[in-house]
């Protein structure tokens, strides 16, 4: 199939609209992208990254989708037993009160800290765009950096460059001569490329 010569800049722009649209759409565009339209190495640099901070932005959002559920799950069930010491004839206005003085101030925090995470989000998407696109490193707000660096990494296949030595330093079996993997001391072949040590 004959692929659709496109600016790679009109594409970038769709994708980083679809940073916006959710997690979904940038899947579906990027398919959409790299199965009818030529890309070429920066597109390609520019997809891992975009998937990169996408990925940091889920990941910080998981996260706080965790401690909300936390929260509920632990107020719920003060509630319900409180509600079951009020069955058993405790006096009522514990439920009252602890709903006055406790559920509603720690709900109201969450609701508050649930708005600056959004927030939070949202500046860290709009700050990574406007960095690609005046066309300088590809930066964002922490926590997102470093979780995007770790993605992106893993993603580009540096991940794993921390068991790996420089190609050529074998020798006494720490390192393969061709790949550079870690082989174990006395090893006669490497365990990844199969290169006689």
Known sequence: ???????????????????FAGWQYLVIV???IW??????????????????????????????????????????GLNRFF?????WGVDANLVVNANRYAFTPINLLVEIFGSIVAFLLLLAKLKFIVSMLANKNA???????????????FATNKFYEEDKGAPGKGGAGSFCPA???????????????????
């Open 179 to 197: 790949c550079g993997t870690k082989c174990e001391d006395g090893a006669q072949f490497c365990p990844s490329c199969g290169k006689k040590m």
């Open 30 to 32: 990027t398919a959409f």
């Open 139 to 153: 930066t964002t707000i922490w926590p997102f950096k470093g979780f995007a660096e770790k993605i992106e990494m």
């Open 1 to 19: 199939m004959k692929k659709i010569k496109v600016n790679e800049n009109i594409l970038a722009l769709l994708m980083f609209g679809s940073i």
């Open 35 to 76: 199965a009818f339209c030529e890309a070429g190495k920066s597109l390609q640099n520019l997809t891992v990254k975009v998937f990169a901070v996408f990925g940091a932005l889920a990941i910080i959002a998981l996260g706080w989708d965790l401690i909300v559920q936390g929260v509920d799950m632990t107020m719920g």
């Open 83 to 87: 509600n079951m010491l009020v069955s």
